[in-house]
Nanobody
Framework: QVQLVESGGGLVQAGGSLRLSCTGS????????IDWFRQAPGKERDFVAAIAWGDDTTHYADSVKDRFTISRDNAKNTVYLQMNNLKPEDTAIYFC????????????????????WGQGTQVTVSS
């Protein structure tokens, strides 16, 4: 399994933007579907967005659709999450995760389906 490191979090005002990065350590990074999850204090870790391994098919939670965009640059072993029009309810720790089995389509949502997790990056949106 790949090792993942997130970056790009911070404090932003409502309506602002941030871009998160998830960088993998292995050449095999491109073989894995990558998801973003988020966890607010006292809440469960929730799915945000996913990108498939090959054709870059993407999936989004309803709460972020049309505001967030997930993309990947396999030459840089990196997946991005562009977050626009941020809202206070987007405040959370954001984690990226690689599916346990390679060549996935980004359809898994159970946490146990993911074999690698980053350490998380804090996103805080002020009102």
């Amino acid at each position: 399994q790949v090792q993942l490191v997130e970056s790009g979090g911070g404090l932003v005002q409502a309506g602002g933007s941030l871009r998160l990065s998830c960088t993998g350590s292995e050449r095999t990074f491109s073989r894995y579907a990558i998801d973003w999850f988020r966890q607010a204090p006292g809440k469960e870790r929730d799915f945000v967005a996913a990108i498939a391994w090959g054709d870059d098919t993407t999936h989004y939670a309803d709460s972020v659709k049309d505001r967030f965009t997930i993309s990947r640059d396999n030459a840089k072993n990196t997946v991005y999450l562009q977050m626009n029009n941020l809202k206070p309810e987007d405040t959370a720790i954001y984690f990226c995760a690689a599916e346990r089995v390679p060549y996935g389509l980004g359809l898994h949502r159970e946490l146990a389906d993911f074999g690698s997790w980053g350490q998380g990056t804090q996103v805080t949106v002020s009102s």
